[in-house]
């Protein structure tokens, strides 16, 4: 569907004026000349996915994360699960844990692990604390998986000839 077409036209025109921050790319034959086999935009996709993340329990570092304009910093994170952890997410946390009252944490996770316990915050746990670091590692690579493919078309279309 080409801009040229009264159907793309209208669609445009109606996302526009209903989200008007919104940018719009027609570049479906652009996309189908540099996916599939052996072509560039897969191969960078392979080649993302086969790095490794580094720095998992600082600023986390990895090439679909940068190319997709992603930021992810454990030490800023780590303490408002509210804001990365789903509620079966915080229930497999609750679980790995042990902890004798769940239904404190789940009810507000980001205020229980403020919490202090003989001296101590609730996060300080061991048991805790290596559930936490379990999950942001998932949480991680499923922002890693979800950021590859934006990360791909973001660097193909910057170095394609066309866009010099």
């Not at 445009?12 to 560039?40: E, I, K």
């Not at 191969?43 to 930021?71: C, D, K, M, N």
């Not at 790995?96 to 769940?102: D, K, M, R, S, V």
């Amino acid at each position: 569907m080409g801009f040229e077409r009264e159907r793309a036209k209208r669609l445009v025109r109606l996302l526009l004026n209903s989200f008007g921050a919104l940018t719009v790319s027609l570049d479906s034959n652009r996309l189908r000349a540099v996916a599939g086999h052996s072509r560039p935009m897969t191969g960078l996709e392979r080649e993302s996915r086969a790095t490794a993340v580094s720095s998992l329990y600082g600023e986390v570092e990895h090439p679909a994360l940068t190319g997709s304009r992603v930021h992810l910093d454990y030490t800023d994170s780590i303490a408002f699960l509210s804001l990365w952890a789903g509620p079966q997410e915080l229930e497999r946390i609750a679980s790995e844990a042990c902890l004798a009252h769940p239904v404190e944490f789940l009810a507000d996770p980001d205020s229980f692990l403020q919490q202090e316990m003989n001296g101590c915050t609730r996060w300080e746990c061991p048991l805790l604390s290596a559930a936490l670091d379990a999950a942001w590692s998932r949480y991680v690579g499923v922002s890693v998986e979800s950021a590859v493919r934006t990360a791909a078309i973001f660097t193909t279309f910057t170095n394609a000839q066309i866009a010099q």
